[in-house]
């Protein structure tokens, strides 16, 4: 069983985490912090985030914490995020790929993504780029981005990712979290190419009590609590980034979820990812739409 008690030191690290100022991304960030690393709490709202750097503070830690703005519904906010941590720092050990939206009312990005699409995946692919210059040049860096089980459900409909015909928040959710590990493994196949020494990690949490939930009708909240089981505390639906970004054992393009209830519950540890996360044409055709549409070419 893999908890936080199992996280190497990580004095002399540097992290970014995206969306850490709640749910996974905040216990993301409290356990590296406990563990001596600097982590970056990467948030659009700076109010919260400065609540939870005071909070993580409180714990008692070697690690340090600061906070830079950041806007992945917005790729211009991307680039000045990505800007300004080159100008304060020369190395990027981790960099978790957290924040997301789920099932919101229909919205777009600034550059008229569908929200969650544009968010989970669009954003992220451009951080991603944006940083890999510093993460190839940090020796042991890894990229881990999370995903959800309902990627089981997704399909990538390139005729539909700016909501030119209609608006599904479920459908749009799965279609984000399936890009989320297509990503990933696409990532790692164009590093293992390029023969750099970057990890590119897919987890997913389980089933979480967060405020990703918050768009969830109670009904509809219980209906799936009765289908899946109960829900796990945000720590536990940490401990997945955790590994992926720590354990030795941990390797680049693999994916890592709870262990028990098909992946609802658990401690981390390696699962099968079923053929629409595996589909290579389907992710090569996604990185490069993805790529086009922002302009940010890497590895």
Do not use: C
Request: glycine share 8%.
């Amino acid at each position: 069983m893999w908890t936080t008690k199992n996280i190497p030191d990580q004095t002399g690290k540097t992290v970014i985490v995206t969306g850490a100022n709640v749910g996974i991304g905040y216990e993301t960030a409290l356990a590296l912090y406990q563990a001596g690393a600097q982590v970056i709490i990467a948030s659009r709202d700076r109010k919260k985030a400065e609540e939870a750097i005071a909070q993580i503070k409180n714990s008692g830690s070697k690690g340090s914490l600061e906070f830079i703005e950041l806007n992945l519904a917005s790729l211009a906010a991307v680039k000045q995020f990505a800007d300004e941590f080159r100008q304060k720092h020369s190395k990027l050990e981790i960099l978790i790929n957290n924040a997301g939206v789920m099932i919101p009312p229909a919205s777009k990005t600034d550059e008229g993504y569908e929200l969650q699409f544009g968010v989970n995946h669009v954003g992220h692919f451009a951080l991603t780029g944006y940083l890999y210059p510093v993460l190839k040049e940090t020796p042991g860096s890894r990229v881990v981005t999370v995903s959800s089980m309902a990627y089981l459900h997704g399909v990538i409909d390139f005729d539909n990712l700016r909501s030119e015909k209609d608006y599904d928040a479920m459908r749009e959710y799965s279609q984000s979290k399936l890009a989320n590990i297509l990503f990933a493994f696409e990532l790692q196949r164009r590093i293992d190419a390029a023969g750099d020494h970057v990890l590119s990690i897919a987890v997913q949490p389980g089933a979480n009590k967060t405020e990703l939930a918050r768009h969830i009708s109670a009904e509809d909240l219980a209906a799936a609590i009765k289908r899946i089981g109960e829900l796990m505390e945000p720590w536990q639906g940490a401990l997945p980034s955790l590994y992926g970004a720590t354990d030795p054992e941990a390797k680049g393009g693999k994916f890592y979820s709870p262990d028990q209830d098909g992946g609802y519950r658990g401690y981390p540890a390696e699962f099968e990812v079923t053929p629409n996360g595996t589909d290579t044409d389907t992710a090569k055709k996604l990185w490069a739409y993805t790529q086009q549409e922002t302009g940010v070419i890497f590895p």
